[in-house]
């Protein structure tokens, strides 16, 4: 028996994501072999601790396996599927409606490794790399993410991650944003294109204040920083470091299902 990790899921946690994953198909064929919990486990332990796959501690399953699986699981959409039944769970357990109607727009320019893959330069933020649109709900849980070349402005990212949450929540009818969303008359465009109202939040003042509504997707940022693998952007496809920043995600969900659980 492997010794315990604090990133392992407790056994109410797993509970909760257990009945996600998809189900062995009956037939001719090995029986599984690896827990499914095992290798989640191993996932979670690679994304907190920011360690290569090579460098998994031996009491995990081979790291040959947990990555393969990792990658045949986003190929199928287990990620997502996951994800987005945590994130309905979650918002009604705060006592919001399951879909949102309003969210916060913002991007997080980071470093990206020698792997290679799709890169630019940020030049505002002096960063050579990637940059991650996000757009999260009131709670700062995501709604919707795109990952693309640091070079890409963020009024020309926007309409892509836009267009993603608007797909995933019709019902979606107001963003909140800073000033750089306000160039090249991107809210005109996207109330034309998507019937979503952008509305541009300004600082005021001088010095450090939590800016109106803002503030709460710099704390989504802020929360994606204590997976270490999220410190850079390590992956040479940006559809798995898209996968990379939702497994963060719903592993705070189902700490946060966990304590309101215990809670309530």
Known sequence: MRQA?????????????????????????RPREIPQRDLLDAIFYLLRTGCQWRQLPHDFPPWGTVSSQFYRWRTQGVWDKIHDALYARVREAEGKKAKPSAGIIDTQSVKTTEVGGPKGFDAGKKVKGRKRHLIVDTLGFLIALVVQPADVQDYDGAPAVVAQAKARFPRLKLLWADSRYACKHLPIRILAAFWIIVEIVKRVGSGFKPVHKRWIIERTFGWLGRSRRLSKDYEQNPRVSEAMIKLSMTRLMLKRLRTLRNTG
């Not at 990133?7 to 001719?28: H, M």
Request: cysteine-free.
């Open 5 to 29: 990790y604090p990133s392992d899921l407790t056994d109410e946690e797993w509970a909760l994501v257990r009945p996600l994953f998809p189900k062995r198909r009956r037939g001719p064929g």
